[in-house]
């Protein structure tokens, strides 16, 4: 079987300073990729800025025999993802794969969280996938070709207790994806995410010990740098990763009810045939589902 390359291609990786987005740039830079390793440097909680995370992950690559340069700009500012990408026109003459990894957490029970712990999260996440793509997307639409990974989180698909800004952020990115990849197809872009679990400094104090040497970053960026090979046609899914287990997740729609002229009573009497799963519809566009309903009116 034939190695997957990257020869000729760009990366822009954010938050790739530590972690998950380290292990990505070192996996795709291992596979010829030239890459722009971006990280504010900051703490988990986004506080504070260093320029020695992404240096750090530059100089590994470099005395690895690939190509990096460092960003230290920031994903949730225009300016910021408008100079990460320049940094890879400038320094590669062109940008090829997204990957949207960066990420802070301010954890705080629903009732206790205030409006700047809910917008700060949302900012680099939700705001900085939004800006960077879009500073991309430009140059990935008129090159014909781009991949794009969005990373979102079981905490955003299935909810978390004292997460409300982060699951909101996540299952924010999987809307992202979706609507990328529904503008992105005929330019031959494809833009699907992934909710990974991974020992990090973002989950360390959280993980049983025993997870540090099977949930590394590595067996969650095998997939990611599937996902930004150009042989890799899929788009618009969301991937559950880690430890080694890969599995697509879907929004499913369940069979449904219905009565023309109903009554409230009639939604409580036939609330287990709404709430049935099977048989479901994986719509992959909003035509899809509207045609579904549409169908149930016939
Ligand atoms: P990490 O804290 O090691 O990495 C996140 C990186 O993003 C840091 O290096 C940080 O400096 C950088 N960053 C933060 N704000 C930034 C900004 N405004 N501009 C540029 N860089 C910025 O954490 P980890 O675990 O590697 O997280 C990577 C991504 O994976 C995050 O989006 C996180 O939410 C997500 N994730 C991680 C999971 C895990 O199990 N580790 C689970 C689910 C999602």
């Not at 400038?90 to 990957?99: C, T």
């Not at 430890?243 to 729609?253: L, N, P, Q």
């Amino acid at each position: 079987m034939s190695e997957l390359r990257f020869d000729g291609r760009v990366a822009v990786i954010t938050g790739a300073g530590h972690g998950l987005g380290r292990a990505h740039a070192l996996s795709l830079a291992e596979r010829g990729a030239k890459v722009v390793v971006n990280d504010l440097g900051g703490a988990l909680d986004g506080t504070g800025a260093s320029t020695g995370p992404a240096a750090e992950v530059v100089e590994l690559i470099t005395k690895n025999g690939g190509e990096a340069v460092a960003s230290t700009d920031n994903v949730a500012t225009p300016e910021g993802a408008k100079a990460i990408v320049q940094a890879a026109l400038d320094s590669f003459g062109q940008v090829d794969i997204v990957i949207n990894n960066a990420g802070i957490l301010r954890d705080k029970s629903f009732g206790k969280m205030t409006v700047e712990e809910f917008d700060a999260v949302l900012a680099v996440h939700v705001r900085g996938s939004f800006l960077v793509s879009h500073a991309a997307f430009p140059y990935l639409k008129e090159q014909g070709y781009g991949r794009i990974v969005n990373t979102s989180s079981p905490a955003g698909l299935f909810g978390n207790f004292g997460q409300a800004n982060y699951s909101t952020a996540k299952m924010g990115l999987v809307g992202l994806t979706k609507t990328l990849a529904i503008e992105g197809a005929r330019a031959g872009i494809r833009a699907n995410a992934i909710a990974p679990i991974a020992w990090t400094r973002m989950t360390e104090a959280l993980l049983p010990a025993e997870f540090e040497a099977k949930f590394t970053p590595e067996r969650v960026s095998t997939l990611v740098t599937y996902l930004a090979h150009e042989s890799c046609e899929t788009s618009g899914e969301v991937f559950s990763v880690g430890g080694g287990r890969i599995a697509r997740v879907f929004v499913a729609e369940g069979p449904g009810w219905k009565q023309d002229d109903h009554t409230v009573e009639d939604i409580r009497d036939n609330w287990e045939a709404i709430m049935a799963e099977q048989p479901y519809l994986t719509p992959t566009t909003i035509g899809q589902q509207a045609g579904a309903s549409m169908k149930a009116m016939l």
